[in-house]
């Protein structure tokens, strides 16, 4: 335990307590139910919270870049098809990923990321409150896309309709 804490220590630059804090919050220490040692952490109903949370991000980040995925590939088998038929069910099939999967994937993604932020005493402002930098830069990058949709994706996806209009009315 005190080669853990001074390891920790030393290779962050933490304080002792900050070191102990993280040792405490790691999985390494938990013991299947059933199984107390002396060494065993107490059950302690936040930290399993936090890891539903962080879970429940990460699972829906996956399902959010395999809408993206998904997307792009349909899109991109559209855009090659010769037969205006599958051109439509492949841009169908692309809009179905982006209803089912990307809208609801990136705003379970924000939700599930700032709760587990919230709950896990996670710093989202990051530099200003003397934290790690990736929850601002997340938030920034997620503010940054959602302004593209109504300024780029928008009017493209308008333009691309009505040309498949016209087309198909030919």
């Known amino acids: 335990m005190v080669s853990a804490v001074n ?7 933490r304080s002792r307590h900050d070191a102990r804090v993280a040792h405490r919050l790691s999985f390494t220490r938990l013991r299947p139910i059933g199984e107390r040692g002396e060494h065993s952490a107490p059950w302690n109903p936040r930290i399993s919270v936090y890891a539903v949370l962080k879970l429940l991000h990460v699972a829906s980040a ?5 809408g993206l995925l ?3 590939v349909a899109l991109s088998g559209a ?8 051109t439509k069910a492949l841009a169908d099939l ?5 209803t089912r999967m990307v809208i609801p ?6 939700v599930t990321g700032i709760v587990a932020a919230l709950v896990g005493d ?3 402002l990051g530099p200003p409150q003397n934290a790690p930098a990736w929850p601002l830069v997340g938030l920034v990058v997620f503010i940054a896309i959602n302004l593209l ?10 333009q691309f309709g009505e040309a498949r209009a016209r087309r198909h009315a030919r």
């Not at 390891?7 to 630059?13: P, Y």
């Not at 994937?105 to 924000?110: D, N, R």
């Not at 949709?149 to 308008?158: C, I, S, Y």
Request: aromatic content about 8%.
């Open 149 to 158: 949709v109504p300024t780029v994706f928008l009017p493209r996806g308008k």
């Open 79 to 86: 855009s090659r098809a010769t037969e205006i038929s599958l």
């Open 7 to 13: 390891s920790l220590e030393s290779a962050a630059g």
């Open 62 to 66: 996956i399902w959010f870049a395999s």
């Open 105 to 110: 994937g990136s705003i379970v993604v924000l």
């Open 94 to 98: 692309a809009g179905t990923f982006e």
């Open 70 to 72: 998904g997307r792009a």
């Open 122 to 124: 996670v710093a989202l």
